[in-house]
């Protein structure tokens, strides 16, 4: 830090994988925890002195543009929105005064951290900020994450018969199948709200140059869904485009129409189910066999895009799953995790103020994402 004059620390680097957190815990505290107590302490001994919070420890002399100013020093910490624990939904979301309740050993070790940057600006008067953030999703993203999981599980056919070594809740879903799978935790029906990863690089940028020293902001607005949403959403997008791709097209009928041979449009498959129920939904009443909602070419169109989240898209979503083929013969449900909160909500309105607002729609970011 000395010696190229750092001035500002964004700490994003922490182990964030909240299954693994469970079975390998010390580890996320010591690299989560400890790993947060060095650079901390790194940051202290360039930025601050013993004896005055109005001097920097080091003072650099001479025409050099990056002299390191108390003025300009920061030490940003990026957290997550797990910290405050679950939001059931209809609550209010969670505002940076707001109680801390972490559920599992990752969020618990996120908010241990926090408790030491907020000990080291009171201590040593570190000019810290802290960010709580949505998930994040976008290209080459570490494939232990749900995005990339589910979208290399779906390309890599070679996992087809390659099911874990958990509990199948949802046996009678399998079927045969060609092709990867999407493999989901209890129901799905666990919601995350996304932010595309350039609109959360912005908003560190904002907080850098416009936030407050000491205080803390949630990064959030994106687009919320359920794992089993964003499982159907992919596998409609990569499924008929793999498919089209190795040879073949989208054998499936159309609605009351004859099979089509046509190419998938602009990702998604051509048709998906049949009206009848026939190929589909063997033990469905009258009312649950039609395929809803159907454009006028037979295609399915997936709406979660333009819908605000609600527990009637939980719904909507578990009845396309029931008919629609494509989506039951790649989606494997199993053994959920030892705990797992039902959906996390943050209230922006102080990062707002500030002048950042999320600018990806979810429709563009996944398309950049999944292509």
């Not at 003025?71 to 209010?92: A, K, N």
């Not at 802290?130 to 589910?150: A, H, L």
């Not at 033990?283 to 979660?304: F, M």
Request: charged fraction near 25%; aromatic fraction near 8%.
């Amino acid at each position: 830090m000395t010696e190229y004059k750092i001035d500002t620390i964004i700490h994003l680097a922490a182990q964030t994988h909240v299954d693994k957190s469970f079975g390998e815990s010390i580890e996320f505290t010591k690299n989560n925890v400890l790993g947060a107590h060095a650079m901390l302490e790194a940051a202290r001994r360039v930025f601050c002195t013993s004896n005055s919070k109005d001097q920097p420890a080091l003072s650099y002399t001479g025409d050099d543009a990056h002299n390191i100013q108390r003025d300009r020093t920061r030490f940003i910490y990026v957290s997550t929105d797990e910290v405050y624990g679950e939001v059931p939904l209809g609550q209010p979301d969670s505002k940076e005064d707001g109680p801390l309740a972490p559920s599992n050993p990752y969020s618990a070790t996120k908010a241990a951290a926090e408790c030491m940057v907020q000990a080291y600006h009171k201590s040593f008067h570190l000019p810290v900020i802290i960010t709580r953030s949505n998930n994040v999703y976008g290209p080459f993203q570490y494939p232990e994450k749900i995005f990339p999981k589910f979208i290399m599980s779906l390309l890599n056919s070679d996992n087809a018969g390659a099911i874990p070594r958990l509990s199948i809740l949802k046996e009678s879903r399998r079927g045969s199948r060609s092709g990867g799978h999407c493999y989901i935790h209890g129901t799905g029906e666990h919601s995350r709200t996304y932010l595309y990863v350039t609109d959360v690089a912005n908003a560190l940028d904002v907080i850098l140059h416009r936030g407050e020293v000491g205080q803390v902001y949630n990064i959030g607005g994106g687009h919320e869904l359920t794992n089993i949403e964003l499982a159907q959403d992919l596998i409609h997008r990569i499924v008929p485009r793999k498919e089209t791709t190795n040879g073949s097209s989208c054998s499936v009928p159309k609605v009351n129409g004859p099979p089509c041979s046509s190419p998938p449009t602009n990702g998604f498959p051509c048709p998906v189910a049949v009206a009848n129920g026939s190929d589909v939904n063997q033990e469905g009443d009258e009312d649950q066999k039609a395929v809803a909602p159907i454009s006028e070419n037979g295609h399915i169109e997936l709406c979660i895009h333009d819908k605000k989240f609600s527990a009637s898209r939980i719904v909507e979503a578990d009845q396309h799953l029931k008919r629609c083929k494509l989506c039951m013969d790649r989606i494997v449900f199993v053994e959920d995790r030892a705990f797992n909160d039902r959906r996390y909500a943050v209230d922006t309105t102080k990062l707002l103020k500030l002048g950042w607002s999320p600018t990806v729609p979810f429709e563009e970011g996944i398309t950049k994402t999944s292509e």
